[in-house]
């Protein structure tokens, strides 16, 4: 993979930017409770920028994804050919390219130092079983199967510590089984705040072995620029908002992550889960937190 410098390309805040200019996006200027945001959300006709959240210093994005015409505005395509341009898009992957500076690593924070407090991490439902990180691209790497990114979502725990899903069948439980079995933790990085194409390509259930980050260069239509995350051997996007690192312990599917209400609308029944220990926040200066909520009808 090339290494090369930064150059600017759309990142989550520019398509924030262009959301707003297409009226696809509101900004909130009065303060708002972090338990609000998810109903605020729901009720918006557009998606959302609340610039003030209490007790907090970092503005939430939320809402993004809520219709077609925002997913169409997000990614700059026409409304009625998504299924068409991504489907195109993803038959041309485009590798990605290795960065040596990034706008996600403009600070850093280590070991006793990280507080997960310090982020906006909204509690979305009712019935929750705790504050949740949802929109967050977690990213590991196998040596049978390569670089693999996928969307886990993320339950607060302590300071450090994060209950993830890994429930399901995916890439990312499979790369902790072989990890967990040898009785070692998994190195992974996990990035908020990522440009649409980057999460879109993530949640696509791409076959094992795949980059999902070659998918993310098709949509994109030029490579998208990765950075080696500061404290493990784990490629995450340079121009994500915040980025958290560290490890999933072997301590398998002990940790209790949920209820959690589903996008079906239904609440979810609490699991059983692995434990992400964070041991290092990097961030831009300025970041945006993006808190994923889904339409419940």
Same mark, same amino acid.
């Given at each position: 993979?090339?290494?090369?410098?930064?150059?600017?390309?759309?990142?989550?805040?520019?398509?924030?930017?262009?959301?707003?200019?297409?009226?696809?996006?509101?900004?909130?200027?009065?303060?708002?409770?972090?338990?609000?945001?998810?109903?605020?959300?729901?009720?918006?006709?557009?998606?959302?920028?609340?610039?003030?959240?209490?007790?907090?210093?970092?503005?939430?994005?939320?809402?993004l994804y809520w219709s077609r015409s925002r997913v169409?505005? !997000?990614? /700059?395509?026409?409304?009625?050919?998504?299924?068409?341009?991504? &489907? #195109?898009?993803?038959?041309? *992957? @485009? =590798?990605?390219?290795?960065?040596?500076?990034?706008?996600?690593?403009?600070?850093?924070?280590?070991?006793?130092?990280?507080?997960?407090?310090?982020?906006?991490?909204?509690?979305?439902?009712?019935?929750?079983?705790?504050?949740?990180?949802?929109?967050?691209?977690?990213?590991?790497?196998?040596?049978?199967?390569?670089?693999?990114?996928?969307?886990?979502?993320?339950?607060?725990?302590?300071?450090?510590?994060?209950?993830?899903?890994?429930?399901?069948?995916?890439?990312?439980?499979?790369?902790?089984?072989?990890?967990?079995?040898?009785?070692?933790?998994?190195?992974?990085?996990?990035?908020?705040?990522?440009?649409a194409y980057e999460h879109m390509a993530a949640a696509?259930?791409?076959?094992?072995?795949?980059?999902?980050?070659?998918? !993310?260069? /098709?949509?994109?239509?030029?490579?998208?620029?990765?950075?080696? &995350? #500061?404290?493990?051997?784990? *490629? @995450? =996007?340079?121009?994500?908002?915040?980025?958290?690192?560290?490890?999933?312990?072997?301590?398998?599917?002990?940790?209790?992550?949920?209820?959690?209400?589903?996008?079906?609308?239904?609440?979810?029944?609490?699991?059983?889960?692995?434990?992400?220990?964070?041991?290092?926040?990097?961030?831009?200066?300025?970041?945006?937190?993006?808190?994923?909520?889904?339409?419940?009808?």
């Amino acid at each position: 993979m090339a290494t090369t410098q930064s150059n600017r390309q759309e990142d989550f805040r520019g398509m924030l930017s262009r959301m707003e200019r297409e009226g696809q996006l509101r900004r909130v200027k009065r303060s708002v409770s972090p338990r609000h945001i998810t109903t605020l959300c729901h009720q918006a006709p557009a998606a959302l920028l609340f610039e003030s959240v209490e007790d907090y210093d970092i503005p939430v994005a939320g809402g993004l994804y809520w219709s077609r015409s925002r997913v169409a505005s !997000a990614l /700059g395509w026409p409304e009625g050919e998504l299924g068409k341009y991504f &489907a #195109k898009a993803a038959a041309k *992957p @485009v =590798p990605p390219v290795m960065v040596t500076d990034a706008p996600c690593q403009e600070v850093v924070v280590t070991g006793d130092d990280v507080d997960l407090t310090s982020l906006p991490i909204p509690f979305m439902h009712e019935k929750d079983g705790g504050p949740y990180i949802s929109a967050g691209v977690a990213f590991a790497k196998d040596a049978e199967f390569g670089l693999n990114a996928g969307c886990y979502r993320m339950m607060f725990r302590t300071r450090r510590e994060l209950g993830m899903d890994l429930f399901t069948a995916s890439d990312l439980r499979r790369f902790y089984t072989k990890t967990f079995e040898r009785n070692e933790p998994l190195p992974i990085a996990v990035a908020i705040g990522v440009h649409a194409y980057e999460h879109m390509a993530a949640a696509f259930k791409a076959p094992s072995g795949v980059n999902e980050m070659e998918i !993310a260069g /098709g949509l994109r239509g030029e490579p998208t620029q990765l950075v080696r &995350a #500061k404290t493990v051997d784990v *490629p @995450v =996007p340079a121009h994500a908002e915040i980025v958290l690192e560290g490890e999933l312990l072997p301590t398998g599917w002990t940790v209790d992550e949920g209820p959690f209400g589903e996008f079906a609308g239904m609440q979810g029944d609490l699991k059983h889960n692995p434990l992400f220990r964070v041991n290092a926040i990097t961030h831009r200066r300025n970041p945006i937190f993006y808190a994923l909520q889904m339409p419940w009808e």
